[in-house]
């Protein structure tokens, strides 16, 4: 089992309770809708529930108010709504994106259809405690690829070029969470 300093697991339930949500709000990230999102974040779910979590499906809550022009809910926002969601109590919600990440190379762009641009993927996890939506870890993983592109890798040929590690990176992340989470207080 793991020991993520959340809340106190009730006697019913051995492991901590955690449910995974979406991010795709912030600018730079997948859609949840894309298909490599969907496929990090099975690939997330499954990695936390081999080391020891319940995991519950968050895919039905937004962390995006359409009613205030596409802001971010705050956190406590986010956690009163799954813990409406779930019928059993929830430890942590555990807040997942996916992103696309460039780098820039020095001597700017090159000519013949190259340039110094390198292209990774990035997963981010944020752990909120249920209790009282309280951040108690923040959590990065990087593609083990990184790929030059060119000019023409447009954000379609981005999200292709990453998101064929997508799932990697999402197990990477739930490793992190699973190590680190005893750590924290």
Not at 43 to 68: C, H, K, M, W
Not at 133 to 156: I, N, Q
Request: glycine letters at 8%; proline letters at 5%.
């Amino acid at each position: 089992t793991c020991a993520l300093p959340i809340s106190q697991p009730t006697q019913s339930q051995s492991a901590p309770r955690v449910m995974v949500v979406g991010d795709d709000g912030p600018e730079g990230s997948f859609r949840k809708s894309d298909p490599a999102f969907q496929a990090a974040l099975a690939a997330f779910e499954a990695e936390l529930r081999r080391t020891g979590f319940a995991v519950s499906d968050g895919r039905a809550i937004s962390t995006i108010n359409e009613a205030q022009d596409r802001a971010r809910r705050p956190d406590s926002e986010i956690v009163a709504l799954a813990r409406r969601q779930q019928r059993e109590t929830i430890d942590a919600v555990v807040v997942f994106s996916l992103f696309v990440r460039l780098e820039f190379g020095q001597g700017g762009p090159t000519l013949a259809g190259r340039s110094n641009t390198v292209l990774s993927g990035r997963g981010v996890a944020t752990v909120l405690r249920a209790s009282d939506s309280a951040t108690v870890g923040t959590f990065e993983s990087l593609t083990p690829t990184r790929w030059p592109v060119g000019f023409d890798c447009a954000r379609t040929c981005q999200l292709e070029t990453t998101g064929a590690e997508a799932p990697v990176v999402a197990e990477a992340l739930a490793g992190q969470v699973d190590r680190k989470s005893t750590r924290l207080n």
